[in-house]
Every structure is written in structure tokens, then in C-alpha cells.
């Protein structure tokens, strides 16, 4: 499909890059329902790995089988399907070319309780080459004793998958040394969204602000600057704010389980805000099968304008 003004617009700001990871980084923005919106819907499904099968998959226990996921963003009109290698492995060479696939090349699991968090490279870009993926995925965490190592590996990393072509897309998760309110502050946010822009980050995924300020030097900037913060579209307009005055792609994480209706508002309120789309995923799959294709497709309808 020839690339509509909004596509267009999003691919120029994004100068320095190669042909090749333009190239995948419009075939994100061109896939699915929203395809030419310059919105983002993706289906993630590394909650496997990351909180375990049956926290994970219990609940909807179709979703212990790696083909009902991406069969799921399939038939939901998704953008794109993103997974650490094991999953992506078992379904990557029969639905080839299907949907955009993200390789989540890092991960970490709940077991251990450390106290600088950090995730594993759990995968390489090869490997994304390999399965034929049109994007890396990759988490930081901003506020960890662990953050530089993770910085200097993401540089290696968004390095290696630009001479191959690949756009990275970034989860920006703060935690360690925060409270735990803090690490959704819009502070704390706004200020991950900034770090990604700069570490190299094509697309960000940040969790919802709340209207919590962690730290004390912030607090008196915000007032002095008189930033609101009191609605969820307030928070999402500065955090994509923060992103280079809006010219990279954020999205917003749907974190935990909860009902249809606080989540529709929720999407509503980042999309008012200028968010540029979802990445949904225990809110999704956890539901019955018909529900999350119903859930997907309202979202969707919510960031195309149509409700």
C-alpha cells in the first residue's frame, strides 16, 4: 500500500535511518486494522517467561499453546505479534509473512529476588533475522543499579539490528531504586520515555503514568513549569512530550488484569493524550477467545477515532 501522509510524516522523523529499517518500521505501521493510521496495536506475549505459565495462562488455558497467541493477533487485526525466541520458534515458519513478529530479545523471570533488577539477552538479532521478524524488542529499567549494563547492551544491540535493517521497539520499565507508586509517576515516566528516545529507541512502550510525583527536584519543576498531570490524558501528552516533543512512537502498556470497561476508558484517556497505540497482553489473552478478539478490535476502533 502507498504510505498515507500520517505514515509519512512519522517515517521523516527518523532521518539518520537506513532504507531497511524504514523499510520494517513502516511495515509496523502498515499492518492490520490500523494499517496507514500511524497507530500501533500489538499483541506481547512474554508473560510466560517473565511471571510464569500459570499466572500467565491459567486463567485461559488455550493460551499454554504458543500457536493460540499469535493466531490471536492474527485474527484481531494487530499490528504486530511480539515473544521471546521459544514462542516465535514454534510458530514462526507456518505463519510466515502473516502478521509483523517482534523477537523480545531479552527477558527475566520472577524467581530470583534481586535487588538491582536486570534482564537476561536471552536472543539475538540473528536470531530475529533468522525468523524473518520485522522489529527487536528489548527492557530496560530505569532506576535499577543494573540500568548502565542494560544501556550498553541495548547499544550493541540497536546497532547490530540497524545494520540488518530491524527498528528496535524499547520497553521502558522503571523499578529498583523507586517506591512502588514511583514507578508509574509521571515523573518517572516521562522521564524513561526521554532516556529511550535517546539511547536510539524507534518505538517505546511505557506503562500508564499516574498522577504521582516520585521525585522531590521534579515535583518543583512541574509546578514551576505548571504541567497538569491530573487526568491520564494529561500525563500520556507529557510523557510523549518527553519523547522528543512527540516525534518518536510511544506506547502504552495495559498492565494488570482489569474489567472491560476501566480499560476502554484507559484507551480512550491515551488516546486523547496522543499516545500512539497499545501493547496489550494479560488484558487480551487472558479472556475467553471471543472476548479478547472483541476487546482488540474495540481498542482498535478507539485509536482509529471510530468510537
Keep these: 500500500m502507498p504510505h498515507t501522509d500520517r505514515v509519512k510524516q512519522i517515517l521523516s522523523w527518523y532521518p539518520s535511518d ?57 485474527e484481531s487485526g494487530c499490528n504486530a ?22 523477537l523480545k530479545v531479552n527477558n527475566s523471570d520472577t524467581l530470583a529476588k534481586v535487588p538491582n533488577p536486570m534482564s537476561a539477552v536471552t536472543s539475538s538479532v540473528k536470531d530475529a533475522v533468522r ?85 522531590a527536584e521534579a515535583k518543583k519543576a512541574f509546578e514551576k513549569a505548571g504541567i497538569p498531570t491530573k487526568t491520564l490524558a494529561d500525563r500520556v501528552r507529557e510523557v510523549v512530550r518527553s519523547a522528543f516533543n512527540g516525534k518518536r512512537i510511544v506506547i502504552f502498556s495495559g498492565g494488570e488484569a482489569k474489567g472491560t470497561d476501566a480499560l476502554l476508558e484507559e484507551i480512550k484517556q491515551i488516546n486523547a493524550g496522543g499516545g500512539f497505540g497499545s501493547i496489550m497482553g494479560r488484558n487480551a489473552f487472558q479472556r475467553p477467545h471471543d472476548e479478547s478478539i472483541k476487546l482488540l478490535k474495540d481498542v482498535m476502533a478507539i485509536f482509529a477515532g471510530k468510537a
Design 81 to 102: 505479534y511480539a515473544a521471546p525466541l521459544g514462542f516465535l520458534e514454534a510458530v514462526a515458519g507456518r505463519y510466515a509473512g502473516e502478521i509483523p513478529l517482534i
Design 131 to 215: 525468523l524473518g521478524c520485522t522489529a527487536v524488542g528489548y527492557t530496560i529499567y530505569p532506576g535499577s543499579g543494573a540500568r548502565n549494563e542494560q544501556y550498553e547492551d541495548l547499544r550493541d544491540i540497536i546497532a547490530e539490528a540497524k545494520s540488518y535493517g530491524l527498528p528496535t521497539v524499547l520497553w521502558a520499565y522503571p523499578r529498583g531504586n523507586l517506591s512502588k507508586e514511583g514507578e508509574t509517576g509521571i515523573d518517572v515516566v516521562a522521564y524513561a520515555a526521554q532516556i529511550s528516545a535517546q539511547l536510539g529507541a524507534h518505538v517505546i512502550k511505557v506503562k500508564p503514568p499516574q498522577d504521582h510525583i516520585e521525585q
Design 18 to 74: 537506513n532504507p531497511g529499517t524504514l523499510t520494517n518500521l513502516a511495515r509496523l505501521l502498515n499492518s492490520g486494522t490500523l494499517a496507514g493510521t500511524g497507530k500501533l496495536v500489538i499483541l506481547p506475549v512474554d508473560q510466560g517467561f517473565e511471571h510464569g505459565p500459570a499466572r500467565s495462562f491459567g486463567p485461559n488455558p488455550a493460551g499454554y499453546d504458543p500457536d493460540y497467541h499469535i493466531n490471536l493477533a492474527i
